[in-house]
């Protein structure tokens, strides 16, 4: 079932419910809780002054109710897409899609490294992974994929 949902500029005032969606998303595949809590401390977790200093859009449904999130960082050798979350709820339904449609929009060519668990929509996206990186803080091996607005070729 699709509902209809909107992409804005996230507000700095919002960086408490983007943690959540962040946390909610990632429990959604299976780690523990103390993991979560852990995760917390460090890329789980949004502040004010990120949003105000990155490129943060978040998808509301319903009564502007956020249910997701995405979030790019410009870098000297690159632009990163660096968050990109929904609530397991609302997973399936486009907004990852949107979200993913908004960053390529602003920038036609990024990189981002991925949770094993979301390769698959990534790929049906178009994203090419171009390698593996592991993350000391979350202990598991991470795709590294390019996404390209015009083509992965």
């Known amino acids: 079932m699709n509902q209809s949902f909107i992409i804005r500029d996230a507000l700095p005032e919002e960086a408490g419910q ?3 969606i962040a946390q909610h998303a990632k429990a959604h595949w299976g780690y523990a809780p103390e993991q979560i809590n852990l995760w917390r401390g460090s890329f789980l977790t949004v502040t004010a002054d990120y949003i105000a200093a990155h490129q943060v859009w ?3 449904a319903g009564s502007d109710r956020p249910v997701g999130f995405a979030a790019l960082e410009h870098h ?3 632009v990163v897409l660096e968050h990109l ?3 397991p709820e609302y997973m399936g339904r486009g907004i990852g899609a949107g979200l993913m449609a908004r960053a390529a929009n602003e920038a ?3 990189t981002f490294t991925s949770d ?3 390769d698959a929509f990534y790929y049906k996206l178009g994203a090419r992974k171009v390698g593996e990186v592991y ?3 979350q202990g598991i091996i991470l ?3 390019v996404f390209r607005k015009h083509g992965n070729t």
Do not use: I, K, M, N
Request: avoid cysteine; charge should be neutral.
């Open 18 to 20: 983007l943690s959540l």
């Open 58 to 60: 978040v998808a509301v």
């Open 76 to 78: 000297e050798d690159g």
């Open 85 to 87: 979350w929904v609530l």
């Open 108 to 110: 036609p060519a990024f």
């Open 116 to 118: 094993p668990h979301a």
């Open 135 to 137: 993350s000391a803080r």
């Open 143 to 145: 795709t590294r994929f």
